[in-house]
T-cell receptor
């Protein structure tokens, strides 16, 4: 049972554009929602995260929007740059169980 | 401050063999989680260790086992390897049992032939 669904699978954006990646979850026990960035040959690196009591969090060019009632959250990358080209994973964490469930990832390509 | 390190970086085994993967957690971190990342997929939670005890487990068979040592480093052991075990194995450490933030190592790429 896939508990975190991520879309789209791949995304191509022009330099300076906005990249949007969406995730949906099912388990209401999740209480922490991080986004990870992964480059080829590397482990995932935490990009930005949000707790369910907040509807939006912004850090630089990266923004998470969170809709608790719809059980959906999204990552927005403003002014996308070629260096942002990577695979992005959303995750949902049940901190009491010590378990994170990941989406299947979105491969972002930013064209110069 | 040293980040999470894993060894070896790459490994080739044959079906039926056993493998041990190692992880050194970030300084000050007492919790280690292991994940399996198949090609083109997100990481799948295998289990977590907190202060040398298994703290949670995902949907993996018992032939996946682990250890955490007093210095909080960890091992992942896989017995009776199957072709589908070919994947990137990721270790992540965190500063506490209920910590939200995990720091991932670079992974060990395992190929089972």
């Amino acid at each position: 049972q896939q508990q975190v669904k991520q879309s789209p699978q791949s995304l191509i954006v022009q330099k300076g554009g906005i990249s949007i990646i969406n995730c949906a979850y099912e388990n209401t026990a999740f209480d922490y929602f991080p986004w990870y960035q992964q480059f080829p040959g590397k482990g995932p690196a935490l990009l930005i995260a949000i707790r369910p009591d907040v509807s939006e969090k912004k850090e630089g060019r990266f923004t998470i929007s969170f809709n608790k009632s719809a059980k959906q959250f999204s990552l927005h990358i403003m002014d996308s740059q070629p260096g942002d080209s990577a695979t992005y994973f959303c995750a949902a964490t049940d901190t009491n169980a010590g378990k994170s469930t990941f989406g299947d990832g979105t491969t972002l390509t930013v064209k110069p | 401050e040293t980040g999470v390190t894993q060894s070896p970086t790459h490994l080739i085994k044959t079906r039926g063999q056993q493998v041990t993967l190692r992880c050194s957690s970030q300084s000050g971190h007492n919790t280690v989680s292991w994940y399996q990342q198949a090609l083109g997929q997100g990481p799948q939670f295998i289990f977590q260790y907190y202060r040398e005890e298994e703290n949670g487990r995902g949907n993996f068979p018992p032939r996946f086992s682990g250890l955490q040592f007093p210095n909080y480093s960890s091992e992942l052991n896989v017995n009776a390897l199957e072709l589908d075990d070919s994947a990137l194995y990721l270790c992540a450490s965190s500063p506490g049992q209920y910590s939200e933030t995990q720091y991932f190592g670079p992974g060990t790429r395992l190929l089972v032939l």
